[in-house]
């Protein structure tokens, strides 16, 4: 048994199955065991000796302990109770206390399942320093979710803007192709109404496609606050608890959204609109206007 368990339970714990005495016997050398335990030993190996200091004994039948049998019946009474509680604290197997986290099997254990075959040769920590390990490895996660939400934040408020110069975009591009059009008079109005439909059925299907990458950019954000918010009640839950669910939490951190990409030609082209539209009308009124290309207005991000 461990050293820092109770020293009922350590005087009460047989030295050949580490577990509460059952029907416990007493040898002349004054060590006790469970009369199975030392039938069971005494069978294998053939002698009659104590199983601690190796003494050689003649009797068959070694007498009963009633002392240490009513304080082992008390203990294992009071062990049945704690599991029927059924305190996520204890192990399930041994009712005994969760002390131990088995980084193999990502599991907590209690210091019986440790030495049982399962877990021997397994690398098995005390849970305070297993779950000090898991907060450290979910700090990195949460760090990785953070910077990525702020991609996602950043990439959403630059959608905005580019929504918002869309519109100024079709708003400066009608008012320049009206003003170009005020030239041409009634000759010119069917061009101009061709025009005008055209820039504002781009300006709705890009205004569109950015409305529906704003939604979907919000929505990944609001999953990632959701996700880190969870993250982050976890951490302050207790170790027990946090161990519990060690390996879902970890799942839960990770995050398989891509990094945010501005979509190219998001904007409006306003050359396709602008551009060379006096010489393009020259071709029918050669003789009004003058051909006068048109600079396309640059937008810096």
């Known amino acids: ?68 049998r009513n304080l082992s019946d008390t203990l294992r009474q009071e062990r049945s109770q704690r599991a029927t509680t059924g305190s996520k604290e204890f192990c399930s197997l041994h009712n005994e206390k969760l002390k131990l986290f088995c980084q193999d099997d990502q599991e907590l254990i209690c210091v019986i399942c440790r030495d049982a075959k399962k877990h021997k040769t397994h690398n098995c920590i005390p849970i ?9 490895k979910l700090k ?58 055209a820039v504002r059925k781009e300006a709705t299907l890009k205004s569109e496609a950015m409305r529906i990458r ?9 999953s990632l606050s959701d996700k880190i918010k969870t993250m982050e009640q976890e951490m302050k839950e207790e170790d027990i608890s946090l161990m519990l669910n060690a390996k879902s939490s970890m799942e839960r951190s990770q995050c398989n959204l891509p ?7 998001a904007l409006i082209d306003e ?10 009308v020259w071709r029918k009124m050669r003789n009004i206007i003058q ?11």
Request: charged share 25%.
């Open 291 to 301: 051909y006068t290309p048109v600079k396309v207005r640059s937008r810096s991000r």
């Open 271 to 280: 050359a396709k609109h602008l551009e060379n539209l006096q010489f393009t």
């Open 214 to 222: 704003i939604v979907n950019l919000t929505a990944e954000s609001s």
């Open 140 to 197: 990195v996660q949460l760090m990785n979710l953070k910077s990525k939400q702020r991609s996602f934040k950043a990439e959403k408020l630059e959608c905005d803007k580019m929504a918002s110069h869309i519109t100024l975009q079709a708003q400066q591009t009608e008012e320049a192709i009206k003003g170009e059009f005020q030239k041409l008079y009634q000759f010119l109005r069917a061009e101009e109404a061709a025009r005008i439909d």
């Open 259 to 265: 990094e945010p990409e501005t979509p190219s030609g």
């Open 1 to 68: 048994m461990a050293a820092n368990e109770s020293p009922s339970e350590v005087d009460c714990s047989c030295p050949v199955c580490c577990d509460i005495f059952k029907d416990p016997v007493v040898l002349l050398c004054g060590h006790s065991f469970c009369k199975h335990c030392l039938q069971e030993w005494w069978r294998q190996s053939k002698v009659q000796t104590c199983p601690v200091c190796k003494e050689i004994f003649s009797m068959a039948q070694p007498p009963p302990n009633l002392a240490l």
């Open 128 to 136: 305070n320093e297993a779950a000090q390990d898991h907060r450290t």
